[in-house]
């Protein structure tokens, strides 16, 4: 047996799992509101505590 066990991690990535209607909202909001300038535009008025 000269296979390669698969780890916890690499079991994961290979199997396909659906996606939840979480998943897609978080990913759909990624895609439609722009982080950065959003963040930009809050940090003087709620500066983050590092």
Not at 6 to 33: A, H, I, P, S, W
Request: aromatic share 10%.
């Amino acid at each position: 047996m000269g296979g390669k066990q698969l780890g916890f991690g690499d079991y994961e990535q290979t199997t396909t799992k659906k996606r939840t209607r979480r998943e897609k909202f978080l990913n759909g909001m990624d895609q439609v509101v722009p982080w950065q300038a959003l963040m930009e535009l809050i940090e003087p008025r709620y500066p983050r505590n590092s």
